[in-house]
């Protein structure tokens, strides 16, 4: 109504004159009373001014919107991988793919995922992994459960793991059967729902941003999805080029016409018989034996690579249980045992009041995993019972308790201990090395996964690291997709893309452990000059309590592997911060 009041007064007043309030208003709720001047009224309406502010407003945001897009984008495909692996799988012509050898040292993780990659770019690829037994079908069966043998070099093979939608992307660009192949191992793929507990306190997941349901990611051991991985990259009819055999290098082959390169290694088969193979790309993937630091001081290269070191002191234990359709049926996990997603619970500590977490899965063929972790505790005894995890949890300095159910659950397991199986480990400190600051490196040489850095497993980052390095690969060798030799600064380029892909696996660990009393934080550094932004994050955390929105950015960065720091920091979830914070203190 009043806006029909405003439309008369302006266009039935006239410069110099005043308008008859009795004739222009056509509502009583406008009196003479609140307008003694209209054509003061008048005036300001028609003023540019009453158009222009709002029109700049609008502009300003529109502008913003556009630089903050422009800029994620931008930071997104330098730091992530997420659109890299779109261009996985793309197999060169035969005519086309590099002369000779690719020699992959190891055989986990790291060196599959990579053999798999450079299966689309060499004529031959070639693992050489130390453990023999990795060539048997016992590697590679399908009931990885019913697994004989044990990894004798991957102490968390039995261990908690957990892994992310990037990951399942990632090797859906692989194996364009990946799905099936998952099914036929007892994997399921479901929407990645964790239930994170922070101190006790549920958070909401963004279920709204993905569409009503979060991405989905795959619930697998290492050991199943190694064996799964194995079996799918070692398969000869798919991947004919990809030979593993038995061996441990020990050397490079010094090439004597082209000193900026390597020949070749050297390595030793179980017998201790020594072989030689020439080689046109060596890829390190013998995880923190880093191996290749001795090759290469060995054969005349720089092997003085800066190296970032910190320690979080931390350890876990895992505790496996195979649950039977009866205890299954009895198991008060919200949605039932068997419900899609394996996510049953994350707790994670308050680093003020607490060391402690928690984390329950439920993995392949039934297997439940309980994984107790902390930071800086050698002392304290080791878990190995069932009494001990309720123990454990009881423990917890929490801010409100954990729900019933999982305590009930912790009892009910007692009826599957004794064929519980136990696994324990004690981590070593980070590292990063920064292969790309050496400028005396070999031209057809590179180093991934935790050859180059290891973080703290209990963020479950190190196979999405490993497959970043892989894609670091790949996107570097397709760029001379018609060129059939390697160029000379292929080394170089592959480093220097690497080491951004992977700071965000590295930095975020280091932003939680320095929480923590008894981390030992990297040389020149102190832990408190990461209080701030713990802080702020903490208070995002706090708001995902009740606003799904809130954990938008956590996921994307950290789940996906697609965000961007700069998510943290936009202005809407600042001022729901300071809101927040405002709130309370009048409270």
Known sequence: MIKYAAFDLIFQARPGHRCQLSSCYKTPLVRKSLFPEPTVFVSIMVSPVYYTLPASLVGVVLVFDAFWRLLRSHLVAKYSSIEDIKGLGQAR????KIRGTAVVCGGSYAGLATARVLHDHFERVVIIEPEE?????????????????KRARIVQYHSLQTTQPFVLNTLRYLFPAWDMTCEESGIRIAPFSLNYLWSGRSAKEPNSYFGGS??????????ALETTLRRSVLNSKDYPNIVQISGQVTDFLKDYHRAARVAGVVYRSSDGTEHRLDAELVVDCTGTAQAGLKWLSAAGFDADIRRDTYDPKTRYA???????PELAAKLPVPGGFHRPSGGYAISIPDAAKDNKGLCIVRNEDNRLQVCCGSWGTPDTPIVKTVDGILAYCNALRLDEPL????????????????????????????YLLKFQESNSLPTNFVALGDAVCRVNPLYGHGFAKALAGATCLNTILNRTRNATTLPGTFSKDFFGLHANKIVPMWELPILSDYGQEATTPLAGEKKSSTDGLRWYLSQIVKLSLTDESAAVPAFLGVS???????DLLHPSLIVKVLCQCLFSKAR
């Open 318 to 324: 895992t505790f496996n249980f195979k649950i039977t």
């Open 133 to 149: 037994w990795l060539r048997e079908d016992d590697a590679r069966r399908t009931d990885s459960w019913n697994q004989q043998q």
């Open 93 to 96: 012509p035969d005519d086309t």
């Open 560 to 566: 996906l592997l697609g965000g961007a720091p700069m």
């Open 403 to 430: 729900p019933q159910w999982v305590l009930v659950t912790m009892e009910l397991l007692r009826e599957a201990e004794e064929d519980m199986y136990c696994s324990q480990v004690s981590v070593g400190p980070s």
């Open 214 to 223: 979060l991405p989905n990611a795959m619930f697998a051991s290492r050991r």
